[in-house]
């Protein structure tokens, strides 16, 4: 699998975590962010629909 396969990381370098260890910038949690690396692309994709859920959640 080539470096352009792989999903990409929804960091925007804005790093910092939350009370609740949710990072303000990605949305990810500290063991998201420590895991990437490691993830499939399936996994990524999975903690992507999460980020995707608790960004919503602050839209209201």
Do not use: H, Y
């Amino acid at each position: 699998m080539s470096a352009e396969d792989k999903v990409r990381s929804p960091c925007v370098s804005i790093c910092a975590l939350d009370a609740n260890d949710i990072c303000i910038g990605c949305q990810r949690t500290g063991d998201e962010i420590l895991r990437w690396t490691s993830m499939t692309n399936q996994e990524r994709r999975a903690v992507l629909l999460k980020v995707a859920e608790r960004e919503n959640k602050l839209a209201f």
